[in-house]
T-cell receptor, first 114, second 115 residues
């Protein structure tokens, strides 16, 4: 069990550029979540996968955001035409089920849009 | 929609003393789970303690315990014998038991531990 891994840990990009973050969940965890966290706030839910199926998307996930989990293992979160308001930490998490099952978080990917 | 409120943006405690962090939530569900997560500076978020709503007994994990008041929709965290390593952001979180509900977080409480 190597934990949830996220890459890159930090990304600085110019406004208008595209960025992609990768998340490798804990092995055999079928559920994968993306959250966004800004300074002084709690994490806000973006989207959720069960295996390769994207089952839920928050209204926070605008058309510029797309997430995939092609083989039910790793996931990518792409932000197109970045805006300064996208600056945040993007957290990935995974779990082996719902309800009381522990959701394990990665260390996050910090995005700064300049 | 479920909401979680943490009314204390910052708290401080002397080393070895006890501190209580407050959390209230709003839900129309009867079956759900409540969690406290700890996020140290520049470190990943880790689970501190969880409570099943159907259990009346308050959860305890070593120095961490909760006071769960279901009727009042209150879920406070008590840290006993505070240690320097307890300094972190603490987030209260709610998760329903129906289908695919994600974790809903409060805004967090920053805890400082004074030596």
């Amino acid at each position: 069990d190597t934990g949830v891994s996220q890459n890159p840990r930090h990304k600085i990009t110019k406004r208008g550029q595209n960025v992609t973050f990768r998340c490798d969940p804990i092995s055999e965890h079928n559920r994968l979540y993306w959250y966004r966290q800004t300074l002084g706030q709690g994490p806000e839910f973006l989207t959720y996968f069960q295996n390769e199926a994207q089952l839920e998307k928050s209204r926070l996930l605008s058309d510029r955001f797309s997430a995939e989990r092609p083989k039910g293992s790793f996931s990518t979160l792409e932000i197109q035409r970045t805006e300064q308001g996208d600056s945040a930490m993007y957290l990935c998490a995974s779990s082996s089920g719902g309800g009381r099952n522990t959701i394990y978080f990665g260390e996050g990917s910090w995005l700064t849009v300049v | 929609a479920q909401t979680v409120t943490q009314s204390q943006p910052e708290m401080s405690v002397q080393e070895a003393e006890t501190v209580t962090l407050s959390c209230t939530y709003d839900t129309s569900e009867s079956d759900y789970y409540l969690f406290w997560y700890k996020q140290p500076p520049s470190r990943q978020m880790i689970l501190v303690i969880r409570q099943e709503a159907y259990k009346q007994q308050n959860a305890t994990e070593n120095r961490f315990s909760v006071n769960f008041q279901k009727a009042a929709k209150s879920f406070s965290l008590k840290i006993s014998d505070s240690q320097l390593g307890d300094a972190a952001m603490y987030f209260c979180a709610y998760r329903g038991n129906s289908g695919n509900t994600p974790l809903v977080f409060g805004k967090g409480t920053r805890l400082s531990v004074i030596a």
